[in-house]
């Protein structure tokens, strides 16, 4: 699962609880969050991790002023988190490049999920924003997949990524991370987007004009949040089963994010030979 949970902003008490409530109707083995949120010992990812009885891990920007002078609280800190139904037996950090000036401490996160059939390469992470910021988040997305190679491992089970890529489907950077449509970003690794096995007439909008938090920005409502997988391990290990979207709608009232969550089934086991 990947989900932007939209920091601290708006009524934040109330959307983490939605938050909580999305998560737990789901029920992802293991999820890449962006925009989490900590401040002194509150950790959003923590509290999560505690209420549905799973690990986790984080990683905080190292420049979050500009967040902060958003939010009017320079005790908030902003970043990327794991949540694991099974242990995280390793994990390692990278900073991503940014525009001169507009450096507001994006990176990329890794997780080695200790899964019980395979270990699990698990990464997130979230590109800039900005509309006119392509060229930008096409150099982030190279060092994101050089970060994956080095840590996607020779198991069975291929890597897994997540995140707010900020960019629509058919984008340069989005393109290029997949590396399919366009030469990739690292010679010979191929990252599927999860939702290409997805029913065409389900809606497929994260970023949607249908919530009223996103529709504030005036934006056209357009899938930015991605699931992709590397090609499958034997017999199939790794491969999508379904994709769907969710944290699409209210809860209680309260809209749990700016963003819609994406949830893939991958196979933990290869198909069985029916000769």
């Known amino acids: 699962m990947t989900w932007n949970v939209w920091w601290r902003f708006g009524p934040w008490e109330q959307r983490r609880k939605a938050i909580l409530t999305v998560l737990r109707t789901a029920r992802p083995d293991v999820v890449g969050l962006q925009e989490v949120w900590a401040r002194g010992e509150e950790n959003l990812a923590a509290w999560l991790a505690k209420e549905l009885g799973m690990h986790w891990t984080w990683a905080a920007s190292d420049a979050p002023e ?11 800190e902003i970043g990327n988190a794991v949540l ?56 982030q997305v190279r060092a994101f997949a050089e970060f994956i190679a080095a840590h996607r491992r020779d198991g069975p089970f291929p890597p897994v990524t997540t995140g707010d890529y900020n960019a629509w489907p058919d984008s340069d950077e989005v393109r290029l991370f997949g590396g399919y449509k366009t030469a990739p970003a690292v010679p010979g690794q191929v990252l ?21 938090f996103a529709a504030q920005t005036f934006e056209p409502s357009v899938r930015i949040d991605y699931i992709h997988v590397g090609a499958p391990g034997p017999g199939g290990i790794g491969r999508v089963r379904s994709v769907q979207r969710v944290g699409d709608g209210p809860v209680d009232g309260v809209w749990p994010s700016d963003h819609a969550a994406v949830v893939a089934d991958l196979a933990g086991e290869p198909l069985q030979d029916r000769h």
């Open 192 to 212: 599927v987007d999860a939702w290409e096995y997805a029913d065409p007439t389900t809606p497929s909008a994260t970023w949607d004009a249908a919530n009223p």
């Open 66 to 76: 500009r967040w902060q002078e958003r939010l009017g609280d320079s005790a908030v």
């Open 84 to 139: 694991s139904r099974w242990p995280i037996a390793d994990r390692d950090v990278v900073r991503l490049p940014a525009a001169e000036g507009d450096d507001d401490g994006r990176l990329a996160l890794h997780a080695l999920v200790d899964a019980p059939a395979h270990p699990l390469p698990f990464f997130t992470t979230q590109l800039s924003s900005a509309p006119h910021a392509s060229a930008v988040r096409c150099e």
